[in-house]
């Protein structure tokens, strides 16, 4: 069985740093991201690691966070560094990427993956 948790979430002034940390278990090397939803927002791809250790970052968060993963570890992190209050949000663990949509999605992002977190929350304070 195949399990995302996540970690490191909080709430925090802004201008601070968290690192958020997701352990995977049951999954071999595979791509690897953070959603991020808040209210009445829509779902955001924040941040995306391949297994080559290639990245991709929203415009909302380049210079911001920083993505890593330890494959050793099987765990992904998301350093978040000079945070904002719209930074705000249930933030997501994601894995193994399914462009044709094969499984239910949990929510309406842009990007499909096969397996989710269940969530922490990230709220940073003005």
């Known amino acids: 069985e195949v399990q995302l948790v996540e970690s490191g979430g909080g709430a925090v002034q802004a201008g601070g740093s968290l690192t958020l940390s997701c352990i995977a278990t049951?999954?071999?090397?595979?791509?690897m991201g953070w959603f991020r939803q808040a209210p009445g927002n829509e779902c955001e791809l924040v941040s995306n690691i391949d297994t080559t250790g290639r990245t991709y970052y929203s415009n909302s968060v380049k210079g911001r966070f920083t993505i890593s993963r330890d494959n050793a570890k099987n765990t992904m992190y998301l350093q978040m560094n000079s945070l904002k209050p719209e930074d705000t949000a249930v933030y997501y663990c994601v894995a193994d990427q399914d462009p044709f949509r094969t499984v239910p999605q949990p929510r309406a992002c842009s990007v499909a993956y096969r397996y989710w977190g269940q969530g922490t929350q990230v709220t940073v304070s003005s």
């Open positions: 049951g999954l071999d090397h595979t791509d």
